[in-house]
């Protein structure tokens, strides 16, 4: 393999689209040319001029228009929220494995900005005949990004569930709360997730009890998001969120050691929960 198919073939992009979701979290899109190939659930390592390079969830991928959802919580997201129309940034990738999209049944549920990876999922579960039950989770209802889009969607084999910590808008409480009602009153054949760790233990419990199958995007500090560095390492199997993942299934997430118990940051050093 040649080191830029390696590296996941760098280009210069320019912005073409700034679409504002909630007062924090903005969408950017972008043309990439090429013969290109993305699946639900991988994502794409961004250059942020002068500032550094980040692992981003592919939010949408319409050939040759891809899109990534940015929330500002460090430095570079910061940079990148603030971005207009015609600013540069780097793109390197589609990296990693995707969700399998086999399930018929199907239970999606997106914890704040982690609702990303999850949007071509859902389009994709609904082109292929699945029956998709969405919650959308948050803080708050002003922080509920897609809730307008997926609100709109008039199809028949999509149920939109909406759960908020303050409880402005749907149900008062944690994802994890939502999931356990809706549980209640239905078989699913495969919960599908992304969004804080805590949250998605949560879920993994809720799933493994009710013997669902399972699959949640992990998210881990990555360097290079191709293998070569292993900052993004797991305990104890050393399976790497950028090769191996970032999507894992409920039995590889019943391995490791660090699944919602701790991190791990530039240097290696970690970081509890």
Known sequence: ??????????????????????PRSKTLQFSLDGPI???????????????????????????????????????????????????????????GNPF????????????????????????????????????????????LIYLEEFENLKHSNLKVEIATDDGSLGLKGFATDAVSIILDGNDFDRMYTCGPE?????????????????????????????SICGTCAMDPTGQLVCADGPVFTGEQLAKLTDFGKYLRDAVGMKKMY
Do not use: H
């Open 37 to 95: 190939e993305s699946q639900p659930g991988q994502f794409v390592m961004v250059w942020v001029p002068n500032v550094d390079e980040i692992p981003m969830s592919i939010s949408s991928w319409n050939p040759p228009e891809m899109g990534i959802t940015v929330q500002s919580i460090g430095d570079a997201t910061q940079v990148l929220v603030s971005m207009s129309k015609g600013d540069w940034i780097g793109i390197r990738g589609p990296f």
């Open 1 to 22: 393999m040649k080191m830029d198919e390696l590296l996941g073939n760098p280009v210069s992009v320019q912005i073409s689209k700034v679409i504002t979701e909630t």
């Open 100 to 143: 399998s999209t086999n399930s018929k049944k199907t239970l999606v549920v997106g914890g704040g900005v982690g609702i990303a990876p999850l949007r071509p999922l859902v389009y994709n579960l609904l082109d292929g005949g699945s029956e998709v039950t969405l919650v959308l989770a948050a803080k708050t209802e002003n922080e």
């Open 198 to 226: 805590l949250m998605m233990v949560g879920l993994y419990d809720l799933a493994k009890k009710r013997k669902i199958g399972f699959q949640a995007s992990l998210e881990r500090f990555m360097k290079c998001g191709c």
